[in-house]
């Protein structure tokens, strides 16, 4: 079965960190960029960030530049986004997804091959 399993969110209070992970099962990683999105109530589910599948390649939300960081470990099939100064509008449910042989930034969210089943990140006080 091929899918992607997010990890790591929870619940942290603003100016703190987390760390999710997404891990490829079934598929390797590879060949394909990988990009994170959160959904906050309410809203639509944006792009937080992407990385390409050398991991040359990453790109950040102005929301998000200078706090968050993307990596991969291929050896691992993982990806991982580094959140610090969480700030409380980053609360959202975050998934990871897969674009197979694209770039980074990948394109719209169509562009995605797999999607995870999301991870809620809570930033409170």
């Known amino acids: 079965q091929l899918q992607l399993v997010e990890s790591g969110g929870g619940l942290v209070q603003p100016g703190g960190s987390l760390r999710l992970s997404c891990a490829a099962s079934?598929?390797?990683?590879?060949?394909?960029?990988i990009g994170w999105f959160r959904q906050a109530p309410g809203k639509e589910r944006e792009g937080v960030s992407c990385?390409?599948?050398?991991?040359?390649?990453?790109n950040y939300a102005d929301s998000v530049k200078g706090r968050f960081t993307i990596s991969r470990d291929n050896a691992k099939n993982t990806v991982y986004l580094q959140m610090n100064s969480l700030k409380p509008e980053d609360t959202a449910v975050y998934y990871c997804?897969?674009?197979?042989?694209?770039?980074?930034?990948?394109?719209?969210?169509?562009?995605?091959?797999?999607w995870g089943q999301g991870t809620q990140v809570t930033v409170s006080s």
């Open positions: 997804a897969a674009a197979y042989r694209r770039g980074c930034p990948a394109g719209g969210l169509n562009t995605y091959n797999y």
């Open positions: 990385i390409s599948s050398s991991g040359g390649s990453t």
């Open positions: 079934g598929f390797t990683l590879d060949y394909y960029t």
